[in-house]
């Protein structure tokens, strides 16, 4: 398919434990966006990514979460130390253009994350 | 504090007929919104857009209307159909600002038959 790819698609993590999401991006894509959604509300963003290039990390709630992407295509968001209000559905897009461009941005299906 | 708002929690509309649904922003240096239509277990499909350069855009059976001077937007849904029934978000970005978008929380549509 030419969507963007998430996985997994759902995470079950104890507390303390580390996990790792991973994003497929459409191919060709300049940018690359994580929200996250908790329930009941919008999707809110945490990170942009323009090629490999980290431009955007102001909406990372905490130093535990952690992202990248080393060769401007997939890209995976990391949280260590999982608490339970880490708990929500972590979306991924991306666009074709980069900064200053109308854009639309293609959504991935999620990775729904529970933390016990 | 929200900046973008959508006030409705849910809609209900009878097949056939108009839905809309409004929204609201408070950043003024918003200048592309989006609509995106969410499907339980799925992500947001991209709908509809506008620039702030328009008033104006229609595809099919959606429209969508900015009015910047009351920072209010607005998607029609013409005619409604069963198949509609999904949440819509509202979204906005500012481009000058990396484009990352802001969400309001959602309405749910339900089209009934």
């Known amino acids: 398919g030419a969507g963007v790819s998430q996985s997994p698609r759902y995470k079950v993590a104890k507390r303390g434990q580390d996990v790792a999401l991973r994003c497929d991006p459409i191919?060709?894509?300049?940018?690359l966006f994580w929200y996250q959604q908790a329930l009941g509300q919008g999707p809110e963003f945490l990170t942009y990514f323009q090629n490999e290039a980290q431009l955007d990390k102001s909406g990372l709630p905490s130093d535990r979460f952690f992202a990248e992407r080393p060769e401007g295509s997939v890209s995976t968001l990391k949280i260590q130390r999982t608490q339970k209000e880490d708990s929500a559905v972590y979306l991924c897009?991306?666009?074709?253009?980069?900064?200053?461009?109308?854009?639309?941005?293609?959504f991935g299906p999620g990775t729904r994350l529970t933390v016990l | 504090d929200q900046q973008v708002k959508q006030n409705s929690p849910s809609l209900s509309v009878q097949e056939g007929r108009i839905s809309i649904l409004n929204c609201d922003y408070t950043?003024?240096?918003?200048?592309?919104f989006l609509w995106y239509k969410k499907y339980p277990a799925e992500g947001p499909t991209f709908l509809i857009s506008i620039s702030s350069i328009k008033d104006k855009n229609e595809d099919g059976r959606f429209t969508v209307f900015l009015n910047k001077s009351a920072k209010h937007l607005s998607l029609h849904i013409v005619p409604s159909q069963p198949g509609d029934s999904a949440v819509y978000f509202c979204?906005?970005?500012?481009?000058?600002?990396?484009?990352?978008?802001?969400f309001g929380a959602g309405t749910i549509l339900r089209v009934k038959s």
């Open positions: 950043n003024s240096m918003f200048d592309y």
């Open positions: 191919s060709g894509h300049v940018s």
């Open positions: 897009a991306s666009s074709r253009g980069g900064t200053n461009s109308y854009n639309e941005q293609f």
């Open positions: 979204a906005a970005s500012a481009t000058a600002r990396g484009n990352k978008l802001v």
